[in-house]
């Protein structure tokens, strides 16, 4: 009930359709939340919610505050805020968003980055210049407690 409440909200305000005929090559950017039922090849880009439906297949990195998969995608995915595979859905790439839900019976092929405070401490520290010796250090110590099992 509640997955469902969601996703009235978001059709309602649904301001661009690639219909089901439609196919699309190039990039997309819109303010607004987009519905593909179409097919894509290349990014597709929102600030409000992206929705793919169960006919909509999208070649390319998509974005956008909340993403609703029923789909294909094969590309990474990113996500401020939700991001729903749906048991039609079908996603090959990797996927950085606030909170995941993947029904049964969905394909998600790639790797997670959830929680978006996560997501700014692993930027930050992966901007932080390491040296040789640390790495070496930090690899010593790790293999040193796998060999003493």
């Known amino acids: 009930m509640l997955g469902k409440k969601t996703t009235d909200q978001i059709n309602a305000k649904i301001s661009s359709v690639i219909g089901s005929d439609m196919v699309v090559e190039g990039d997309i950017k819109a303010k607004e939340a987009v519905r593909v039922e179409g097919s894509v090849t290349g990014d ?11 006919t909509g297949k ?3 990195n998509v974005k956008g505050s909340n993403i ?3 789909g294909s995608v094969e590309g990474d ?8 595979v749906a048991s039609t859905g079908k996603v090959i790439g990797n996927i950085r968003t606030k909170s995941l839900v993947v029904d049964e019976n969905a394909v998600f092929q790639g790797q997670c980055t959830m929680n978006a405070e996560a997501l700014a401490s692993r930027t930050q520290t992966a901007s932080e210049p390491e040296t040789g010796n640390e790495v070496s250090e930090r690899d010593d110590s790790r293999d040193s407690k796998w060999n003493k099992r």
């Not at 929102?46 to 439906?53: C, D, P, R, V």
Request: charged content about 15%; aromatic content about 0%; glycine content about 16%.
């Open 58 to 60: 999208v070649i390319g």
């Open 77 to 84: 995915l990113t996500s401020s805020g939700r991001t729903e």
């Open 44 to 54: 597709v880009e929102t600030e409000g919610a992206l929705i793919i439906s169960a």
């Open 68 to 70: 609703i998969i029923g």
